[in-house]
């Protein structure tokens, strides 16, 4: 167990709708990333956020955003789904904002989003 | 543009016996760390071994350790003594120090045969 929650762990739902993932991280991380792992495009980053504010931005689409709360917990958002945002969507956290440091990046279990 | 390439689509290995996986990235920077991350079935990232570039020394965990060749930018994984708790798919990966995004090879699916 990383210590890092999400939910849900799966989800279906239809093209065109919009869903929530929700993510808590390790009790005294600030950094929340989120990840996507599809078939066909493998682990892609999408978004960092450090104690409430983004950080970093990778490949993630303007279909997608994200924020962090004050109580450091973290939601992606995903709207007008398609049928190929179909993926595994991980969560991960870490203490501080870069890797330096000791500072390693651990991973929830993900949540499985299927759309149909 | 940092890439990691994993070559190994698939490998499998006799239970007790010894695998090594391989990894080659592409950078410019100097100061950066190499991870190797284990996705068993349950799908959850697990870390298994970390690697700082500026240290010369390879990083060992237990049966897993690491031959890491900087100017070869190579970074594979050795997996000792091989358990069938081991199949899975093993992914490496690359950051930057000062840099957010943790860059994945594409993964190498372990089997370990009994």
């Known amino acids: 167990d990383s210590g890092v929650t999400q939910t849900p762990k799966h989800l279906i739902t239809a093209t065109g709708q919009r869903v929530t993932l929700r993510c808590s991280p390790r009790?005294?991380?600030?950094?929340v990333y989120w990840y996507q792992q599809s078939l066909d495009q493998g682990l892609q980053f999408l978004i960092q956020y450090y104690n409430g504010e983004e950080r970093a931005k990778g490949n993630i689409l303007e279909r997608f955003s994200a924020q962090q709360f004050p109580d450091l917990h973290s939601e992606l958002n995903l709207s007008s789904l398609e049928l190929g945002d179909s993926a595994l969507y991980f969560c991960a956290s870490s203490v501080g904002l870069t890797v330096s440091s000791g500072n390693t990046i651990y991973f929830g279990e993900g949540s499985w989003l299927t759309v149909v | 543009a940092q890439t990691v390439t994993q070559s190994q689509p698939e490998m499998s290995v006799q239970e007790a016996e010894t695998v090594t996986l391989s990894c080659t990235y592409d950078?410019?920077?100097?100061?950066?760390?190499l991870f190797w991350y284990k996705q068993p079935p349950s799908r959850q990232m697990i870390l298994v071994i970390r690697?700082?570039?500026?240290?010369?020394q390879n990083a060992t965990e237990n049966r897993f350790s690491v031959n890491f060749q900087k100017a070869a930018k190579s970074f594979s994984l050795k997996i000792s003594d091989s358990q069938l708790g081991d199949a899975a798919m093993y992914f490496c990966?690359?950051?930057?120090?000062?840099?957010?995004?943790?860059?994945f090879g594409a993964g190498t699916r372990l089997t370990v045969k009994p």
């Open positions: 690697q700082e570039a500026y240290k010369q």
């Open positions: 009790s005294g991380d600030l950094s």
């Open positions: 990966a690359y950051r930057r120090s000062n840099n957010n995004d943790m860059r």
């Open positions: 950078t410019s920077e100097s100061d950066y760390y």
